[in-house]
């Protein structure tokens, strides 16, 4: 069936390294692929997408590189700030579905 | 900013009660989502709403959930008769342009414990 695995958290980091969290899927056809970030005390808001092989999706400073050859959408930040501490969930949709499908989320945690 | 907004935040209730979770979803958007995660598992699908009707509902969505617009702003979960593994946290969403963008706009989560 159609899935999405993210690394366990939590992950920990100080400020301004750089983090990974890795995504790996696996779906019947072509899936859109995105990141989800949760802030404590909010709701999911959608941090990037992108909807074909080798697409690069960004925004904060994050990107994502949808690999099919190796089916994965890792997320990087190449300086991580204190305010970027949330969960962060890895998710797919198909073309014949209403759905998203989620990974588990993986915590981040920068300090100072 | 328009943000989607649910009610309560938090419930607890015995097996077997009846439990209604509430949502207002941003005042323009046309699609309505539940999703519901248990602790430790991943965010999982219920229900996608559209035209005042269910446009897909997963196999967890059985015969003990249902949703209903009953205004133009609200948009509810209910369980019918809670079991223990019914505890999670729900949430609602919506979006304006349907479900394929992906883009859907969260709230904050309803958190049900069943004792």
């Known amino acids: 069936g159609n899935s999405v695995t993210q690394m366990e958290g939590p992950v920990t980091l100080s400020e301004e390294a750089f983090l990974t969290i890795n995504c790996t899927y696996t779906a019947t056809g072509y899936p859109s692929l995105f990141w989800y970030v949760q802030y404590p005390g909010e709701g999911l808001q959608l941090l990037l997408k992108?909807?074909?092989?080798?697409d690069k999706g960004s925004n904060k400073g994050f990107e994502a590189t949808y690999r099919k050859e190796t089916t994965s959408f890792h997320l990087e930040k190449g300086s991580v700030q204190v305010s970027d501490s949330a969960v962060y969930f890895c998710?797919?949709?198909?073309?014949?579905?209403?759905?998203?499908?989620f990974g588990t989320g993986t915590r981040l945690q920068v300090f100072p | 900013e328009p943000e989607v907004t649910q009610t309560p935040s938090h419930q607890v209730t015995q097996m077997g009660q009846e439990v209604i979770l509430r949502c207002v979803p941003i005042?323009?958007?046309?699609?309505f989502y539940w999703y519901r995660q248990i602790l430790g598992q991943k965010v999982e699908f219920l229900v996608s709403f559209y035209n005042n009707e269910i446009s897909e509902k997963s196999e967890i969505f059985d015969d003990q959930f249902s949703v209903e617009r009953p205004d133009g702003s609200n948009f509810t979960l209910k369980i019918r008769s809670t079991k223990l593994e019914d505890s999670a946290m729900y949430f609602c969403?919506?979006?304006?342009?349907?479900?394929?963008?992906?883009?859907?706009?969260f709230g904050e989560g309803s958190r049900l414990t069943v004792l």
């Open positions: 998710a797919l949709t198909l073309g014949n579905t209403d759905k998203l499908i």
């Open positions: 005042s323009n958007h046309l699609y």
């Open positions: 969403a919506s979006n304006l342009a349907g479900p394929r963008t992906g883009e859907l706009f």
């Open positions: 992108a909807t074909k092989a080798d």
